[in-house]
């Protein structure tokens, strides 16, 4: 009882909040900054000691997994929509991370965003960040997970685009939205298809009805395919990798919070989620190493040759978030969920530092001294100069992921040019011919 | 001859801009009215057993969301609107559409319907008026053609003066599901019947294009001729139909991407979601619900778009797409009014349309699993195409701020918009609400 009112406070304090804002800003209220930054504080402490708490009863509890069903939201004919919520091990500790660290990010963002102009959009959308982050950590159906997942996309994108008035920012929130989305359909084909082929998208009791259901193994090895098509845009890891460092337009604190901590770390959190299904189909497993192993290297390499912070900063995150993947694939997933809460809280510190970096460089020249030795050891050693220099240049390019990318998106756009084409020509044969009756 | 002198009138006295709107004010309020007290009974009228009026349940809410979506679009301009005269003849027709009960009558009102632009058309092409129109007037001529086709076929079989509900399944022929295939999809805009949209895009008021969608032409055949003996029409005619509108609801979000023309791209947006309101009504009935939803959903906010980006128009010399305009520093509660909207429409959670696509993709998938991975890529791009059109228009920096006028909405003006928006929210929070409504 007090674990469902807790979990249920972690979910009500944001929706309620938003909700707030949104008809300040329909009633045309000026909410004073003042006001503003007192409310996130005491909102973000209640919503931090809830989590905490919550975290420590489920841990009293054995770490067992609760379960909550609520009345059908939505039911047409046999289908329905049930909110389906777990409290978990998992889950706690993503809501309790996501508390905090919003938490810290309020804090934080009062002073860096003093007196901004978009304040009041900044709050907003890190409030409903929150509500879809608390969302993603409690839900136990895929569609409702689904809802939780989009809200944090929408916002990330908003975010990215927050100096609205520069034509970079919103340049790179697009190319941002276009990963998300063709993404995010893999989360919605997940949760379609496993209605469709095991009538239900009840993640905790998919693993056991995968041995009653009636369709092909290949049939349900697509549910985990979509999984992992969808974790890979959130987790920045390939081929989706270039949009994150572009990302970092946005300021310094919704980059801390969305590509350093929390939206990040989705797409790991989701394979934990799906973990006891992957174990049935080890393929996936292997699949989900693979493309983890691959973004590590490939984001160490390109990091390396790239010189502002907060780019090094985000391909340091693609990396780590590879090598989280490569944890869950060989069966660590506790350790991944360590590695989880610790990397988003050193990240989120380095991103908020990052903005202070000259200043930091000043008052503590050792650092470039620890970088010099930290280059001695490296392994690049190992190869010959002339391999290191090839690497390089390739790296420095990105290993011209962006030209394959757009290579493939132009194969899938060609035949649509061609058409658009031909319909030109036969609307203008069609003008001439009406033309020449009307006229006769 | 009467409409062709009638059209000519382009009225821009403020009296028939009142009486046209206290009509649809009116109607809005009847049609509402009676569709919410409605429990499944059909009043019929009917005059020589030729021309039948239903007044039923499913064409009741079509003709009460064809008026108030008008006159949510129409209200707040109305000030900088000149509503011609020939509108009227416009909104008669479609309601004309929309309540007719027997094939002749649909004939009657689908001819008289079209036959305004089409003579619009000719009067401009034979005075070098209009570009373009050709293709408008030869695929109008071409569906008149196979409606016509359908009349004799039905008058054959005794039936062209039947109600739909009571036409016997035998008489759905190879012949007859051809034509009627064509007439549905051409009235509907959907590939390979669609080119007629670009010609009234640029050359029709937004409102007049408007009110040519909000008739349904295309879905009130479909619902009221075809559905009820569908299940007996061979699968591979569903299959194909499925195929199609999923086809073209791509196509036109491509199209959109690549097009420029401000008011285009906001018309191929809306004309790629509406082609999604046929593929739920095919699929199956929980999809089928989804997609009467979907039909209110766009239809108010769709109209809603239009009228806005009709506003924009007006007070800045936007036009083309082909840079970033920057409007929300000058418009920054119509920018919020518009993204609001676009959200309510592409399946954001919380707004209306998250429960059309978790219906319709439920649904579909139930069917055809592979045709569902068509749909989510179709919603998907559909998000793509919105984020596009709003960050070029709203957001980054304009060269020519000096050609902007700050003249943004004021608070009267904002209401229809906010409760339309309401409305849209809380379909989205508690949908159970509405659906229950939609059954007939």
Known sequence: MIIEIFYLSLLFIPLCWMVILALCFFAQLDLPERFLTESV????????????????LVILNGSKAL????????????????????????????ALLTSLLVGIIYRFSSNYLHKEEGYFRFIFLLTTLTFGLMTVSFSRSLDLLFAGWELVGTTSILLIGYFYNQVQPIRHSLKALVSYRLCDMGILAAAAWSHHYMHSTDFTIIPELIEHAHAGALSLLFIGFFIIWASLAKSGQLPFCSWLPAAMEGPTPSSA??????????GPFLLLRFYDYFSHFPILLWVVGFVGGASAIYASAVGRTRSDAKTLLAYATISQVGIIWVEIALGFTQFALFHIVAHASLRTWQFLRSSSLIQDFFENPTVLQDKKIHRNLSFEKLASRMVRRKIFI????????????????????????????????WMSWNNKFVKLIIKK | MTISKS??????????????LGILALMSLIFTSFFLLNNGQTSVITSNSFLEISFDKFSLFLASIFCVSLLVGLVPVRKEHELSTSFLYYVLGALGIILSNNLLTFFIFWTFHRSIPSLRFVRGIKNEHTSGGGTFLIQHFFTFGCLLALLILATKSGVATMSFSQIPAPFFTWPVLILSFIIIYESHGIFPFHSWIHDMIGNLEWYKISSIFLSRAGVLLFVKFLLPTINQDPDIFRIVLLSLSIFSSIYWTIRGIFE???????TYFYVAQSSLILTGLQADPVAARGAYLHM?????????????ISYVQRYTSVKRLNQFYGLAQHYPKLAVLFCLFGFTMIGTPLGAAFVVEDLVITGLLEQHPFLGLGHILATCLNGILFFLVFSKLFLGRTSYPQK?????????????YVLVLLLMFSIGIFPSLFLENLKW
Do not use: C
């Not at chain 1, 969305?258 to 990040?264: K, N, P, V």
């Not at chain 2, 959903?297 to 009228?307: A, K």
């Open chain 1, 67 to 94: 379960y909550f069903d609520y009345p059908a939201w939505l039911i047409v004919g046999n289908y329905t929509f049930k909110l389906r919520y777990v409290v978990d091990l998992l889950g706690s500790t993503y």
């Open chain 2, 260 to 266: 420029t023309n401000v008011t285009k791209t906001t």
């Open chain 1, 394 to 425: 390739h790296a420095l390019h990105g290993f011209h992921l962006d030209y394959f990318t757009n290579k493939i998106l132009d194969l899938f756009l060609a035949p649509f040019k061609f058409y658009i084409e031909i319909e030109k020509k």
């Open chain 1, 41 to 56: 504080k005491w909102i973000s402490v209640a919503m931090s000691l809830i989590s905490l708490t919550l975290s420590a």
């Open chain 2, 296 to 308: 209110m959903v766009i239809s108010l906010s769709g109209t809603s778009l239009w009228s806005l």
């Open chain 1, 257 to 266: 919070i969305f590509y350093g901590a929390l939206s990040i770390h989705l």
């Open chain 2, 7 to 20: 059209v000519t009138v382009v009225g821009v006295n403020k009296s028939w801009k009142y009486s046209i």
């Open chain 2, 404 to 416: 902007i006028k700050n003249m943004d909405m004021s608070l009267s003006q904002m209401i229809p």
